[in-house]
C-alpha cells in the first residue's frame, strides 16, 4: 500500500497503470495505496465482479478487473479510453490483457510473493511517458519505508 501511495504522487490525467501478478499477490492494495495517495478516504475493493470502480480524489481513479474478460472487444466495452481521455487514471488488474490496448504509455508493475507470508516482490517498468519519470519513481520509492 505504501509504495502505491508514493507513486500516487505522480500520477497525471490520462495515465495507465498496468498490475501484473497472481491471486492474492498485492495487486488491490496497490490501488487502495494509490486511492488513498490521491485523497480518496472510502473503501476500495477490487473490481471482480463489477468489473471496473471509480474513485475521486486528485484525480478519478478508474479501477478495472480484467481477471473474467477473455476477449479484446469486451476490454474496449469498459470504456477505459474514454476515461483517459477526459483526464482519469486508469489502473487495471490483471493488466496483461490490456498491454495492446493501453501498454505503450503505461507504468507497468509485476507482482510476486516473496519468501514470507506478507512479503512481496514488485518490478516496475516505465513505458512512453512514464519513462520521463524514471527519476521521479526512483525518488519516490526511495523515501517508502515498507
Known amino acids: 500500500m505504501a509504495i502505491g501511495e508514493a507513486l500516487a504522487a505522480l500520477l497525471l490525467p490520462g495515465d495507465v497503470v498496468l498490475l501484473v501478478g497472481d491471486l492474492g499477490s498485492g495487486k488491490t492494495t496497490f490501488v487502495r495505496g494509490l486511492a488513498c495517495g490521491l485523497g480518496f478516504e472510502g473503501d476500495v475493493t477490487s473490481p471482480t465482479f463489477t468489473l471496473r470502480h471509480t474513485y475521486s480524489g486528485r484525480l478519478d481513479l478508474v479501477h478495472a478487473d480484467l481477471w473474467r ?15 483517459l481521455d477526459h483526464g482519469a487514471v486508469v489502473v487495471v488488474e490483471w493488466g496483461e490483457g490490456a498491454e495492446p490496448l493501453l501498454g505503450a504509455h503505461a507504468l507497468v508493475v509485476r507482482f510476486e510473493r516473496g519468501g514470507g507470508e506478507e512479503e512481496r516482490d514488485l518490478a516496475i517498468e516505465a513505458r512512453g511517458r512514464w519513462a520521463t519519470r524514471l527519476g521521479a519513481i526512483a525518488a519516490a520509492l526511495a523515501e517508502v519505508t515498507v
Do not use: K
Not at 69 to 83: A, K, M, Q, T, V
Open 69 to 83: 474478460l477473455e476477449r479484446r472487444s469486451e476490454i474496449l466495452d469498459l470504456g477505459l479510453d474514454e476515461e
